[in-house]
C-alpha cells in the first residue's frame, strides 16, 4: 500500500475525475469552472477549461466508455460534455433538471446510459437521453426522502441506486426507465422495481448527514459514511447492520476496491482502510504512514526548517501560521495537508488503485494491494 503518484495543483481541489487511461484529468478549482489537464511526463498541462457553469461546480463525473463528462453545480443545472474532435474542444449540452435547489452530485451509471444528479431539492434527478426531444431529460426520485441529497452511487445493474443526505437516512431506490432499461435480475433488494421502489432505509447508530454512499463490487451490501464519524455496512441477504465507528474527524467519500475492503477519507486527511472478516468491518490501516516515515527519514535540512513549514502551512492548510519551537508542528502526519474531497475508483477498472483530491491542491494516486 502507498503512493503511485503525487501532484500538487496551485490550488484547493473539491472535485476530480479521471479519465479512462489516466492520460487526462478534470478538476475544479474550488470555483465555478473545470480545468482538464493531460499528463505530459510527470506534469500535468493544462488542456481545457469548462465555463458553463454559473457557481461552484460540486462534482465531475468523466465516463470511461463513452468519454463523457458530466458536471453538476449550485446554479441548479448539469451539464454533459462530449469532445468534439475536428475542433478539438468540449461541447455542452444542458440537461434538464427540473430543480429548484443546488445540485449536489453527480454519477454515471454503470452502462453510462443515465446519470443521477442529487440536489438540496429533496430529489435525485435520474437523467437519460430523449431520443423525441434529442436531450437529456429527467425524473425525480422523490419519496421518502426528507431533506437535501448529498450523495448517489449506482449498482453494479445499472437500476437500483444508493443516496443518503441530511435526512441522515441512506437509501436504495430503483431508478428503473422504461425504454431506457432491461428488466432487472431478481436480486436481494428486490424483484419488482418499478421506478421509486423504496428497497431499503438505513442509518448509523448516532445518526449524522450522509455523506457519501457506495454498492459493494457483487451489489449484495452497501457502506456510508456519517458525519458521527462512522462507516455502516448494509447487507439486505442477511439482515445485517454493521456500523464501525471511529476516533477521527468525518469521512466525506469511500469507496470499494474490492468485496472485502473499503476506503474512507475526509477530515482527517488520511485515506483509512477498513477490511472485513465476514462478521464485522475494522480499521487496519491510514495510507501514506509509511511513506511520510521515509519523507521523515531523509529531509533534508532545508525542508525541516520552521521557517518553511510555517509558509507551507499558511499555504496548503489555509491556516495562519503561528511561532513554533518545534519543526515539524507545521505539517501534518499525512501525504495530504487538509481535507480530502474525494475518492475515486480507478477509472479502468484496476480494483487495487484509488486517487484522492483535497483542499490543500494534491491530487494522489494511490495502491491498496495488501
Excluded at 488542456?47 to 454559473?54: I, P, Q, S
Excluded at 482502510?273 to 495510507?287: C, E, I, N, P, Q
Amino acid at each position: 500500500m502507498g503512493i503511485l503518484d503525487e501532484y500538487n495543483f496551485p490550488f484547493c481541489v473539491t472535485a476530480h475525475s479521471f479519465n479512462r487511461d489516466k492520460s487526462q484529468v478534470a478538476v475544479c478549482p474550488n470555483s465555478n469552472e473545470v480545468h482538464i489537464y493531460t499528463r505530459s511526463g510527470a506534469q500535468w498541462v493544462a488542456a481545457h477549461v469548462l465555463k458553463e457553469h454559473d457557481l461552484l461546480v460540486t462534482s465531475i463525473d468523466w465516463a470511461p466508455q463513452t468519454n463523457r463528462i458530466v458536471t453538476c453545480s449550485q446554479d441548479k443545472n448539469a451539464y454533459v460534455w462530449t469532445y468534439d474532435e475536428p475542433s478539438g474542444t468540449w461541447k455542452p449540452t444542458l440537461v434538464h433538471l427540473r430543480i429548484h435547489r443546488a445540485a449536489t452530485q453527480a454519477k454515471w451509471s454503470p452502462l453510462e446510459n443515465k446519470f443521477a444528479v442529487a440536489s438540496g431539492d429533496k430529489c435525485v434527478s435520474v437523467c437519460y437521453f430523449g431520443e423525441d426531444n434529442d436531450w437529456w431529460v429527467s425524473k425525480h426520485l422523490k419519496r421518502p426522502i426528507a431533506s437535501t441529497v448529498l450523495c448517489v452511487a449506482w449498482h453494479p445493474n445499472n437500476v437500483l441506486l444508493a443516496c443518503g443526505g441530511t435526512d441522515m437516512k441512506a437509501r436504495v431506490l430503483s431508478a428503473y426507465v422504461k425504454g431506457v432499461d432491461e428488466k432487472p435480475a431478481p436480486t436481494s433488494w428486490g424483484e419488482r422495481l418499478p421506478f421509486n421502489t423504496l428497497c431499503g432505509e438505513f442509518e448509523s447508530p448516532a445518526g449524522g448527514w450522509i455523506h457519501s454512499v457506495a454498492f459493494s463490487p457483487d451489489g449484495e451490501s452497501v457502506a456510508f459514511v456519517t458525519h458521527d464519524s462512522s462507516l455502516t455496512v448494509a447487507t439486505p441477504a442477511t439482515g445485517s447492520v454493521v456500523s464501525t465507528r471511529t476516533q477521527g474527524l468525518p469521512f466525506v467519500s469511500l469507496v470499494w476496491p474490492d468485496q472485502h475492503t473499503i476506503v474512507a477519507a475526509g477530515h482527517d486527511c488520511s485515506p483509512v482502510v477498513f477490511t472485513t472478516d465476514g462478521a464485522s468491518w475494522r480499521m487496519v490501516k491510514r495510507l501514506g504512514e509509511d511513506d511520510m516515515q521515509r519523507r521523515s527519514a531523509t529531509a533534508s535540512p532545508s525542508n525541516s526548517n520552521s521557517a518553511f513549514n510555517l509558509f507551507r502551512q499558511m499555504d496548503s492548510r489555509n491556516q495562519p501560521a503561528k511561532a513554533s519551537s518545534s519543526a515539524s508542528d507545521g505539517q501534518l502526519k499525512s501525504v495530504h495537508q487538509n481535507t480530502i474531497t474525494q475518492i475515486h475508483p480507478d477509472p479502468a477498472g484496476v480494483p487495487t488503485e484509488i486517487s484522492t483530491s483535497g483542499l490543500d491542491g494534491k491530487l494522489v494516486q494511490w495502491s491498496v494491494r495488501a
